[in-house]
């Protein structure tokens, strides 16, 4: 673990790969997406991997990868899968990573942002919305309870949401 590492966490369309790009760039860290890695050393697609072999076994792969980022003592921001933390181990995995931050959007942004997605297997087919709305009733306690800081992310910049999670560890260290 580094304490100065950032994990993001959330639903799907929330914009932890996007936002942590963007803070890895603007801040010197290294950036680790969980997905990207996953596709990479399958080299193949989650797609792929979850009409092959099932989600049970993409889910071994992201414990698997939660451990390993546990293990890792550089400045790291980690865009973690949407699914990771509902398995409770991969929680405990996350905190020893670094800081765990929750990205919360609406549900109306989620859609939008969602729509017509192609590459989320469990999107797939029917109707988008009452997807996600399923989903975020199975998880939302799950990702409260696996945050150390909660982020409300509409409206606000990269800038000011980053400016928010630094607030929010100035106060957790005092
Ligand atoms: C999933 C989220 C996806 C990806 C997979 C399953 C989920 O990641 O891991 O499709 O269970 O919510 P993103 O949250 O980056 O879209």
């Not at 803070?23 to 990479?40: C, M, N, P, R, S």
């Not at 181990?89 to 020893?96: E, P, S, T």
């Not at 939008?112 to 109707?127: E, I, V």
């Not at 945050?147 to 630094?166: H, K, M, P, W």
Request: aromatic share 8%; proline share 2%; hydrophobic share 35%.
């Amino acid at each position: 673990m580094n304490k100065d590492s950032l994990v993001l966490i959330g639903f799907m369309g929330c914009g932890k790969t996007t936002f942590g790009n963007w803070l890895a760039k603007e801040h010197g860290y290294t950036f680790v997406d969980t997905d990207q890695l996953i596709e990479e050393q399958q080299n193949r697609t989650i797609n792929d991997i979850f009409a092959a072999e099932g989600e049970e076994y993409f889910r071994d792969l992201e414990t698997g990868m939660a451990e390993s980022l546990s293990l890792r003592s550089d400045k790291i921001v980690v865009s973690v899968g949407g699914g990771l933390p509902v398995r409770p181990v991969n929680r405990a995995f996350l905190r020893q990573t670094g800081r765990v931050v929750y990205l919360k959007t609406g549900i109306d942004e989620l859609e939008r942002r969602l729509k017509g997605d192609t590459k989320r297997p469990l999107l797939a087919g029917g109707n988008v919305r009452e997807k996600i709305e399923n989903l975020m009733e199975q998880r939302e306690d799950i990702y409260t309870d696996a945050a150390d800081i909660i982020v409300d992310t509409s409206g606000r910049s990269f800038q000011q949401i980053y400016n928010e999670i630094l607030r929010f560890i100035k106060a957790l260290e005092v």
